[in-house]
Nanobody
Framework: QVQLGESGGGLVQPGGSRRLSCATS????????MGWDRQVPGKPREAVAS???????NYAASVKGRFTISRDNAKNMAYLEMNSLKPEDTGVYYC?????????WGQGTQVTVSS
């Protein structure tokens, strides 16, 4: 099992930027896909971005062109750079790791986009 810890959430104004970080408890270099989901109250959890162990990224249509997912295998870290934030980006953001059919999530970090 992989332990994941997110950081970087907070309050940001519309149009602003925020960088989320995800620390993992074990090496992710070889076989772990990493991703970010978000949860808005009253709505299903949404997959926002994902990145394979080889570095290939995918994004939800709602964030494409504004968010960038990255990973640093040497540091066992994943990141989500969020730009041009909108109020509808508000939610709890969860880091996840995927390997051999198993998915682990962190506890989440709250991002609130509001003026």
């Amino acid at each position: 099992q992989v332990q994941l810890g997110e950081s970087g959430g907070g309050l940001v104004q519309p149009g602003g930027s925020r960088r989320l970080s995800c620390a993992t408890s074990r090496s992710i270099a070889r076989s772990y896909g990493m991703g970010w989901d978000r949860q808005v109250p009253g709505k299903p959890r949404e997959a926002v971005a994902s990145i394979t162990s080889a570095g290939s990224a995918n994004y939800a249509a709602s964030v494409k062109g504004r968010f960038t997912i990255s990973r640093d295998n040497a540091k066992n870290m994943a990141y989500l750079e969020m730009n041009s934030l909108k109020p509808e980006d508000t939610g709890v953001y969860y880091c996840k790791s995927v390997a051999s059919g198993r998915v682990d999530w962190g506890q989440g970090t709250q991002v609130t986009v509001s003026s």
